[in-house]
Structures are given as structure tokens and as C-alpha cells.
């Protein structure tokens, strides 16, 4: 630790004495001034121990001690120290009680003790607890260094905690909380999402400092260049020393190595992925397996999703691609839980991702899906589960749903929602309203004169599948108005309400437009 007043009064060559402040000695110095200035307080910094022989002062009187004094303190000098037997044979009680007044420590110097043996101790401390904490970070480095390539990032952040004496978290490209040490870590460090999340706005490297009732948190962004594939939290009872700086630093030079992959390898991985990927879509799963090895685990054996995102719209060229974000989201889940994922970016504007049924990185999807809708940041369609020789049906049942999903003004829809729904929502497309409206026009425009009610009347004749009795009890008028209102349906359309495709356009018509006519 950095020398204080206490361990140079008890430094045996330098005989100081302690004429007040006594209950302030533990207070670190940072240097040893000396000044005969009536006001040095320019030429301070603070943390100084300014040593004096009155040469200039009035020590006597005790209105311009008292000024002096409280000046000194403001400006943050730790102590004074008055030479005796230079200007004065002893500590003027003018100044004695100043110093007692303000609490600021007084030192006596003796004759036979030179300042510069004074600045040479404090010197040579600050130099060995330089040395000191040099040696600790070394020593930090190296444990962590080793903790690196043989157990992981989570024993990285272990060691870290351990040598700031607090805590450290690891936050994952998505934000969420990969490792935290000591154990109850992990809940402080969730409440820290917010902020975190604000530092991945940021472009690395970035940092932010954040306080709380009970620690100080550091936060740090971990990446190269402008992208943030992480961050470090380190959260200690008060501002970190010089080891400890050490220590945080080697941990995020240490952590960004092994959470940012090279670019080439990431490329090389994801041609890799594209090639199995293009032979499970041709029916060639086992040839798929052979190529990956591995590298997949069982992922390619089913059973499995896919998934197609595009981005929902327009978007802020400075902000991050939406479906880097999610690929990122999705890694991230993955890294988690230990599970297998094929992520490929067909195009910038298309990402194809294989994964296991029910696992982390479905739900991850959803959740994320769900998180982005409001922003418009991804549209994403997914398929039912498959099996490896049914890759190019999940192909296309996440195409359909991706459609769907558009249409629907929705951010994710999975396949299994069509055969469960209805097809009513399908009939929103604007080609779709257009043969509507183009199909009923001329009823609309014979009703529109008064002659009659014939698209009620045909909406009530449809929805009871043609039943006379029943559709003309629900329009209140005889069967016979009945029969003759879809005689002139027939005779304006053109066309036989006993042919079953026409009743069934004409009921998807009606659905189409509802109860507006066209304009």
C-alpha cells in the first residue's frame, strides 16, 4: 500500500512527532512539497505532505495560522510537517492550534532531520508499492493466463474477483450474465442488464462506471473494433488500485481473446455450414454429416427447426444489422447451454439457422422475435420439427411461415400456427381485396339504387349452404324473394351459384371485403 503519515512517524531515521491530527495518520501521501510560499495552495494537487520552516509565516499570529491552515485543508494537503530549531525553536501554539481546529496533522521536524530525507522515504515508498502492485498484476496475469487456456472464461472471471476482492461478471454478446464469481455474483450482476445493454450501443471500447449502495461497478466492453461481442462487470468496495487495474486489464485482454473468434475462421466456419446446409436441403443428410464431422454434434440427426429472418424494414444505417444482433442472440444461447447451432447468412439480407427442437436457441428466438417486434427489427418464419431426410420440407415451411409473418405484420410465425388458424387471416394481401372488390362491384352498385339486397341476401344463402328456408327466415322475407334475389346475382355475375367454386370465391370474397363496398 502507498506510504501514510503513520508509517513515516514510524520510520526510526526521520524522529517525528506528532503535534496534531493524531486520529488522521493512516492517510495516504502521495508526495512530499516543500514550500515557504505565504499560499502554496496554487501549487497543490492535494494528497501532499507540505514541509515548512516558516521562513515567510507569521506563526505567531493566530488569525493569519487560522486562514493559513484552513486553506491547506481545502486544497486537500494531507499533513504538514515544521521544521523546530530553523525560524522557530518550537512549533508556535498559534499553529498548534490551527491544526487542531482543522484536524489537519502536524508534524514536528527536528534539525538533525533534512526534508530531503523526508521526500527520499516517501519516494522510496510509493516506488515499492509501485513495485508491488507491478508484481501483483504480473502475478494476476499469469494466473489467469493460465486459467485461460486451461479452463475457460468462467475461471478467468474467478481469479479476477479474487484478486480485486469483490466480483466480477461476464456478460455474452446478447447481455445476459455467463459467469459470475464468488456464486451470489450472478444476481447483482443481473441487475445490471440496463446498463450493460447501453454499453453495447456504444462502439468498443467503451466503459462506464456505475454505482450502488453497497460496491462501485466498473464495466467494460469486450470486442475489436466496432463491434462488442461482450462485457466484463467488476464490482469492488472503492476505487481499484494500481494491482487491481492491472488485474482488470490483463482479464479483458484475456477475456476478448477467447470470445472474439478471427474473422477468417469465422468465415471459413460459416462456408462450412453453407455446404452442409445446401446438402441437407438436397436430401443428402448423410453426406451433410460426413463433411461436418463433429462440429455439429447430434444437431444433423434430428429432431430439428429451421429458421428464415430478414429484416422487417428499413433501418438506421449507423445501428447494428438486425440479423447480426440476432445471430449474435442465438450464439450466445447456444454458447449457454452447450448446444449445437448452424447459423448461415444466406445474404445481408437473409439468415438461415438450423437448431434443435425445444432447445435454447428456439426459445431464444422467440424471445428475441418477440423483444425486436415493436422495433421492427427481424420477421422471422419457422418451421415444424423435421427430421434429417425432411430438410427441404422445413425449407419450405419456413418460407411459407416467414410470408405469413409479413403479411400478418408479425415478427415471428411458426409453421404449425397455419394448420391450426384459420385461412381468413391470408385474405388481408391487397391482390386478394382487389378480386374481391372487383368480383362484387356490381352487386354493390344494384344495391346501392335501391333495388334490392342482394349481398346480404347472398351472404345469408352461402352461410347456410344454400338452404332456402333457413337463409330467407334470417333476411325475414319469403323463399321465394329469396330464390328470385339469387336469380339476379346469377344473371349480374354471370355465373351459377351451382357451380362449388363459385360459391366458394364468392364466400371468400365477402370475407375478403367484410361489410364495405368497394370504393
Not at 501514510?4 to 493524531?22: D, F, I, P
Not at 492491472?246 to 482479464?251: E, L, P, T
Request: include cysteine; proline fraction near 5%.
Amino acid at each position: 500500500m502507498p506510504p501514510t503519515l503513520a508509517s513515516l512517524v514510524q520510520h526510526s531515521a526521520l524522529k517525528l512527532t506528532v503535534r496534531a491530527g493524531e486520529d488522521r495518520l493512516d492517510t495516504p501521501v502521495r508526495w512530499a512539497h516543500v514550500s515557504e510560499l505565504a499560499d502554496p495552495v496554487p501549487y497543490m494537487e492535494g494528497g501532499e505532505l507540505l514541509l515548512v520552516t516558516a521562513m515567510t509565516l507569521d506563526a505567531d499570529n493566530r488569525e493569519a495560522m487560522r486562514r493559513y491552515v484552513k486553506r491547506l485543508a481545502g486544497a486537500g494537503v494531507v499533513g504538514l510537517g515544521f521544521a523546530v530549531g530553523v525560524n522557530y525553536d518550537e512549533i508556535p501554539q498559534a499553529l498548534v492550534d490551527a491544526a487542531r481546529e482543522e484536524n489537519l496533522p502536524l508534524l514536528e521536524v527536528p534539525r538533525r532531520t533534512p526534508f530531503l530525507a523526508i521526500s527520499k522515504a516517501v519516494s522510496a515508498a510509493i516506488a515499492a508499492d509501485q513495485y508491488r502492485a507491478v508484481t501483483a498484476g504480473f502475478e494476476a496475469q499469469r494466473e489467469m493466463t493460465r486459467a485461460a487456456l486451461t479452463e475457460g472464461p468462467a475461471a478467468v472471471v474467478a481469479r479476477l474477483a479474487a484478486h480485486v476482492d469483490g466480483w466480477a461478471a461476464l456478460y455474452d454478446a446478447s447481455g445476459a450474465v455467463a459467469a459470475a464469481a464468488p456464486e451470489w455474483a450472478a444476481r447483482r450482476a443481473a441487475r445490471l442488464t440496463a446498463d450493460v445493454e447501453r454499453l453495447r450501443e456504444r462502439a468498443a471500447p467503451a466503459s462506464a462506471v456505475v454505482g450502488g449502495t453497497d460496491d462501485r461497478v466498473e464495466l467494460q466492453s469486450l470486442g475489436t473494433g466496432r463491434r462488442v461481442r461482450g462485457a466484463l462487470a467488476v464490482g469492488t468496495g472503492a476505487p481499484l488500485g494500481t494491482a487491481e487495474r492491472y488485474a482488470v486489464h490483463s482479464a479483458i485482454a484475456l477475456l476478448t481473446l477467447t470470445t472474439e473468434r478471427s474473422r477468417s475462421l469465422q468465415a471459413a466456419e460459416q462456408r462450412l455450414g453453407a455446404a452442409v446446409l445446401r446438402m441437407m436441403l438436397a436430401g443428402q443428410p448423410d453426406h451433410a454429416r460426413a463433411v461436418a464431422g463433429d462440429l455439429y454434434g447430434g444437431l444433423l440427426d434430428a429432431p430439428f427447426r429451421l429458421l428464415i429472418a430478414e429484416p422487417a424494414g428499413e433501418r438506421d444505417p449507423a445501428a447494428e444489422p438486425p440479423l447480426t444482433a440476432l445471430a449474435d442472440a442465438l450464439d450466445a444461447a447456444a454458447a449457454r447451454t452447450g448446444e449445437a447451432v448452424l447459423t448461415v447468412p444466406e445474404s445481408d439480407e437473409r439468415l438461415l439457422v438450423l437448431a434443435g427442437d425445444g432447445g435454447a436457441v428456439v426459445a431464444a428466438c422467440q424471445a428475441y422475435a418477440a423483444k425486436e417486434a415493436e422495433e421492427a427489427g427481424v420477421v422471422v418464419g419457422l418451421s415444424a420439427p423435421a427430421g434429417p431426410i425432411a430438410a427441404a420440407s422445413a425449407y419450405k415451411q419456413a418460407e411459407q411461415a416467414l410470408s405469413v409473418a409479413r403479411r400478418r405484420g408479425r415478427a415471428l410465425v411458426e409453421h404449425e400456427e397455419l394448420a391450426a388458424g384459420s385461412v381468413l387471416p391470408l385474405l388481408a394481401d391487397d391482390a386478394v381485396r382487389a378480386f374481391a372488390d372487383a368480383m362484387l362491384r356490381a352487386l354493390y352498385e344494384h344495391d346501392a339504387t335501391g333495388r334490392g339486397d342482394l349481398v346480404a341476401s347472398l351472404r345469408a344463402w352461402l352461410s347456410r349452404h344454400g338452404q332456402w328456408d333457413a337463409a330467407a327466415a334470417d333476411l325475414g322475407v319469403h323463399r321465394h324473394t329469396l330464390r328470385y334475389r339469387m336469380r339476379r346475382v346469377e344473371e349480374i355475375l354471370g355465373r351459377s351459384l351451382d357451380d362449388p367454386d363459385a360459391r366458394m370465391e364468392l364466400w371468400l370474397a365477402l370475407k375478403a371485403t367484410g361489410d364495405k363496398a368497394p370504393q
